[in-house]
């Protein structure tokens, strides 16, 4: 089985290196790879090592129209050279030419994993057309949550009987694995000694993440906890506004612009936190969620995303409305029930929903279905 995986803008992705080493460890199925980045992405390099082959297009999304055009026929030569059984695509800006590409090249299977819904809804609805194009030309679509696969159906009338829902995955072990010496530089670097509670922010600095909302909670929350932290992790386009609106609620003590951490260090500081608080608009998955429900960290969250499907409100996290009143009123609502309790149950759903080996199941079982293999 030979499968021909699509990815712009990213030199780098963690969980298709997963999935490489497992099917170099398995010996199946073979992968080759295609990838639209401005740079010779890093990729390459990791892929190759496994055995696979890349193929690199040159491509920048400052020009999305003209690059997606230019990358449109060279996608179709390579895709109609490699002879794949199946072509599956992960981003908008590489499933738009790969699906359009593997129709007119004839492959059977063309399966997209829908990562992106919503983001043209929410910023640029002229390229909403562009989504359901892509759905009708690919003969499978992986759904990474309940409420991608519904906003799927209805928004982008999709066919209901293309949709799997195979949610994403992360490795346990890995996001989970606490270094006492990092925790003790960002404890010293944060300044969380002697704060509570201490709740955490992972995300973007952009519109949709929701930061003005928890900042409006701040303002709630510390005139019953004085010394509450929130920590801003996340850089963005953003990111000098919500700084203004912090210094403008009077909150410079009590909000801390983190900047970005390492990806090794993000289990150590979710080790920091009492609180894990998410206030997205539409989120397709939210990594975040599952990085620190492993962690044991219990969740704050606007009922979206991974956290939509993994949430009980009140017994493995708490749900709220994306606004400061609400999102203030979960907070001090997490705070009066057994915090430990909830971060348990959280992680026990994590471990249940969201690790790789499910991801890697699920992801081949379309595949195998799709094939005729089951």
């Given at each position: 089985?030979?499968?021909?995986?699509?990815?712009?803008?990213?030199?780098?992705?963690?969980?298709?290196?997963?999935?490489?080493?497992?099917?170099?460890?398995?010996?199946?199925?073979?992968?080759?790879?295609?990838?639209?980045?401005?740079?010779?992405?890093?990729?390459?390099?990791?892929?190759?090592?496994?055995?696979?082959?890349?193929?690199?297009?040159?491509?920048?999304?400052?020009?999305?129209?003209?690059?997606?055009?230019?990358?449109?026929?060279?996608?179709?030569?390579?895709?109609?050279?490699?002879?794949?059984?199946?072509?599956?695509?992960?981003?908008?800006?590489?499933?738009?030419?790969?699906?359009?590409?593997?129709?007119?090249?004839?492959?059977?299977?063309?399966?997209?994993?829908?990562?992106?819904?919503?983001?043209?809804?929410?910023?640029?609805?002229?390229?909403?057309?562009?989504?359901?194009?892509?759905?009708?030309?690919?003969?499978?679509?992986?759904?990474?949550?309940?409420?991608?696969?519904?906003?799927?159906?209805?928004?982008?009338?999709?066919?209901?009987?293309?949709?799997?829902?195979?949610?994403?995955?992360?490795?346990?072990?890995?996001?989970?694995?606490?270094?006492?010496?990092?925790?003790?530089?960002?404890?010293?670097?944060?300044?969380?000694?002697?704060?509570?509670?201490?709740?955490?922010?992972?995300?973007?600095?952009?519109?949709?993440?929701?930061?003005?909302?928890?900042?409006?909670?701040?303002?709630?929350?510390?005139?019953?906890?004085?010394?509450?932290?929130?920590?801003?992790?996340?850089?963005?386009?953003?990111?000098?506004?919500?700084?203004?609106?912090?210094?403008?609620?009077?909150?410079?003590?009590?909000?801390?612009?983190?900047?970005?951490?390492?990806?090794?260090?993000?289990?150590?500081?979710?080790?920091?936190?009492?609180?894990?608080?998410?206030?997205?608009?539409?989120?397709?998955?939210?990594?975040?969620?599952?990085?620190?429900?492993?962690?044991?960290?219990?969740?704050?969250?606007?009922?979206?995303?991974?956290?939509r499907d993994a949430l009980e409100d009140g017994k493995s996290g708490i749900l709220v409305e994306r606004n400061g009143a609400a999102i203030a009123k979960g907070i001090e609502r997490l705070l009066q029930l057994d915090r430990h309790a909830i971060g348990q149950a959280g992680r026990e759903a994590a471990l249940r929903l969201f690790t790789f080996d499910r991801m890697w199941a699920g992801t081949l079982k379309v595949y195998h279905q799709a094939l005729g293999k089951e």
């Open positions: 089985m030979h499968i021909v995986h699509t990815f712009s803008n990213c030199s780098s992705v963690p969980y298709m290196s997963w999935f490489a080493a497992r099917a170099s460890r398995e010996g199946s199925p073979r992968y080759s790879f295609i990838l639209m980045h401005p740079e010779r992405p890093r990729m390459i390099d990791e892929m190759e090592a496994y055995g696979f082959k890349c193929i690199w297009i040159k491509y920048s999304d400052r020009h999305r129209k003209r690059g997606i055009l230019k990358t449109l026929p060279l996608m179709w030569w390579h895709i109609l050279r490699l002879r794949p059984d199946v072509v599956h695509s992960h981003l908008f800006d590489d499933s738009l030419p790969a699906m359009i590409a593997a129709w007119a090249a004839r492959v059977k299977v063309r399966a997209v994993t829908k990562q992106w819904t919503g983001v043209h809804w929410l910023q640029a609805p002229r390229w909403v057309w562009t989504d359901r194009l892509i759905n009708r030309l690919a003969t499978h679509l992986i759904a990474v949550t309940g409420e991608c696969k519904q906003f799927m159906i209805d928004m982008e009338h999709a066919d209901p009987a293309k949709i799997h829902l195979v949610h994403h995955g992360i490795d346990p072990g890995a996001e989970t694995r606490v270094d006492a010496g990092t925790v003790d530089q960002l404890r010293q670097r944060f300044r969380t000694e002697g704060r509570f509670p201490v709740i955490g922010t992972v995300a973007r600095m952009i519109e949709w993440k929701g930061h003005r909302p928890i900042v409006d909670a701040a303002q709630v929350v510390v005139e019953r906890h004085p010394r509450a932290l929130f920590l801003f992790c996340g850089m963005g386009e953003l990111e000098k506004n919500v700084r203004k609106y912090v210094e403008e609620k009077g909150l410079a003590d009590h909000i801390l612009f983190t900047g970005r951490i390492p990806r090794p260090d993000m289990p150590s500081f979710y080790s920091l936190l009492d609180i894990y608080l998410h206030a997205a608009q539409l989120e397709p998955f939210g990594f975040v969620y599952p990085e620190a429900m492993m962690n044991a960290v219990p969740v704050v969250s606007t009922p979206t995303g991974a956290a």
